[in-house]
Structure formats: structure tokens, C-alpha cells
């Protein structure tokens, strides 16, 4: 257990909706960093958020946003929602060294 | 343009024999380096680090090893367990608090 939460587990939903996913970091850890996994890809970093604020970005699509709020939880939220947004979605936090703790991840299905 | 990339998608190796996993990189600014495991329907879990002012580490059953004039790293597992069966991510970064840069995993197999 890395003490990353994350939920919901799974989400099915329709193309055209909107999601949010929700992560908890671990004790302490004031960064947040949102991945995406894709099939067969490694993991793709969309975005980084410390002590509430925007850290970094990565290849983060303009239909998604992220917020990290004064408890340290995060939300990434995911809009107009496609076919190809179907994928895993992990959270990660760390504290102030190089190695990030991972969630169960999202697995995120769009019908 | 991959900047962290693992050329062999598998491995299988026998129980007991030693597993080695390698990963190349591009980015001469890459100063961390990670190896992450991944069960299916889990998330990463980190394994082993090593900064770029070292040539090795070693913890446990793992080693990992940086050559930094290839731009190469690699995972020791010795010995190899059939709970080593998962895939396992290379990630690197070039500074702390930083976002990682993952390859696209080798799916290692040890067979019993």
C-alpha cells in the first residue's frame, strides 16, 4: 500500500460527458502528479500541482483540468469526453525527493 | 521522441537465474533514475533508484547499474522469483520533485 488514494476504481461513461477522478496523496507529500496510461504505452505525465498550485504540465489536452485543493487532495477532470480518453489514469505524490508513490489508478472506459 | 525507452517488450527467465532488464535514454539532463513495477490492476510500485553520481545500486535481490557515457541503464533481479512476474518500468527525470519520464515497460515472465 503506497498510501495514494484514488477513486473512483473504474468508470464506464458516454462519449461527449464528463469525469472526475479523485486523489488522495500520502501523508505529508505536497506534490501531486496526474499520468496517463494508455494500452501498450508507458505512462504519459499530464500534469503537477504543489501545495495547491500549478507545478508543471505535460501533454495535457485543453478538455482537461486539474485543481489541487488546501488539504492537498486532488480532482482531474475530464470533459467532452472521447473514445480515445479511454485509458488509466494514476495519481502520484512525493514529498521533496525524485521518487513519486503511485495510486491504484482510474480505468476509465468510454462507450 | 522517446526520451526513455526499453527495446524489449518481454523476458522470461527461469527460477533462480538472474533477470536483466535495460533501458536506454536520451536526455543528458537526466540526473535520476527509476525503476518502477507494475502488476496488472495495480499501480506502479517503486523498486530501486540511482542519481547519476553513482555507477550502482543494490538493494536486496535488486541491483541497478547506469552507464552514463551509453545513456544506458539496467535491473538486476538475482535470483529471479515467479513473484517477479510483472512488467517493469524505467523512469527518469532530471530533477527532484520533478515529473518522470517513463519508457514503455518490459512484461517479465520467470518461469517456475
Known amino acids: 500500500d503506497s498510501g495514494v488514494t484514488q477513486t473512483p476504481k473504474h468508470l464506464i461513461t458516454a462519449t461527449g460527458q464528463r469525469v472526475t477522478l479523485r486523489c488522495s496523496p500520502r501523508?505529508?507529500?505536497?506534490?501531486v502528479y496526474w499520468y496517463q496510461q494508455s494500452l501498450d504505452q508507458g505512462l504519459q505525465f499530464l500534469i503537477q500541482y504543489y501545495n495547491g498550485e500549478e507545478r508543471a504540465k505535460g501533454n495535457i489536452l485543453e478538455r482537461f483540468s486539474a485543481q489541487q485543493f488546501p488539504d492537498l487532495h486532488s480532482e482531474l477532470n475530464l470533459s467532452s469526453l472521447e473514445l480515445g480518453d479511454s485509458a488509466l489514469y494514476f495519481c502520484?505524490?512525493?514529498?521533496?525527493?525524485?521518487?513519486?508513490?503511485f495510486g491504484p489508478g482510474t480505468r476509465l472506459l468510454v462507450l | 521522441d522517446q526520451q526513455v525507452k526499453q527495446n524489449s517488450p518481454s523476458l522470461s527467465v527461469q527460477e533462480g537465474r538472474i533477470s536483466i532488464l535495460n533501458c536506454d535514454y536520451t536526455?543528458?539532463?537526466?540526473?535520476?533514475f527509476l525503476w518502477y513495477k507494475k502488476y496488472p490492476a495495480e499501480g506502479p510500485t517503486f523498486l530501486i533508484s540511482i542519481s547519476s553520481i553513482k555507477d550502482k545500486n543494490e538493494d536486496g535481490r535488486f541491483t541497478v547499474f547506469l552507464n552514463k557515457s551509453a545513456k544506458h541503464l539496467s535491473l538486476h533481479i538475482v535470483p529471479s522469483q515467479p513473484g517477479d512476474s510483472a512488467v517493469y518500468f524505467c523512469a527518469a527525470t532530471s530533477k527532484r520533485n520533478t515529473p518522470l519520464v517513463f519508457g514503455k515497460g518490459t512484461r517479465l515472465s520467470v518461469i517456475a
Open positions: 536526455n543528458s539532463m537526466f540526473d535520476y
Open positions: 501523508s505529508g507529500d505536497l506534490s
Open positions: 502520484a505524490s512525493s514529498s521533496s525527493g525524485e521518487t513519486q508513490y
